[in-house]
């Protein structure tokens, strides 16, 4: 037997700096490809918004005869209070207010057709 080393544990094949980067650039992806649990203050945030819509949610009125809609997720008050157009929300319409409006609209619409299909009589309904 020989105990003469093998000529590949003399040399390494590459030298200590490049396994040094190796080793820096695979820790640096895996931190970056590793997914990020959210702090404590935002999963507690984010608890607090969805209880706040489901408490909003239990306390509109149900009406008999109509399914309930399902409305779109919107954020509440408190959460909207940082952007820079923080202009107060506006108060959807009652619906008499909604059905005086589209009863006027109605109305306009009528009196534009009638218009543009007989101006004469229109206008001498106008001039008397």
């Given at each position: 037997?020989?105990?003469?080393?093998?000529?590949?544990?003399?040399?390494?094949?590459?030298?200590?700096?490049?396994?040094?980067?190796?080793?820096?650039?695979?820790?640096?992806?895996?931190?970056?490809?590793?997914?990020?649990?959210?702090?404590?203050?935002?999963?507690?945030v984010a608890r607090r918004l969805r209880e706040e819509d489901e408490r909003a949610a239990e306390a509109e009125p149900r009406r008999w005869g109509r399914r309930r809609q399902e409305r779109p997720h919107t954020p509440s008050q408190a959460a909207t209070a940082w952007r820079p157009d923080n202009r107060p929300p506006r108060q959807p319409l009652s619906p008499s207010v909604r059905r005086l409006r589209a009863l006027l609209g109605i109305m306009l619409v009528a009196a534009v057709v009638l218009v543009v299909l007989s101006p004469g009589r229109a206008w001498s309904w106008f001039s008397g």
């Open positions: 037997m020989t105990t003469e080393p093998s000529p590949a544990a003399e040399e390494p094949s590459l030298p200590d700096d490049v396994w040094e980067l190796f080793a820096n650039d695979s820790e640096r992806a895996i931190r970056l490809s590793a997914p990020k649990e959210p702090s404590a203050r935002a999963r507690i």
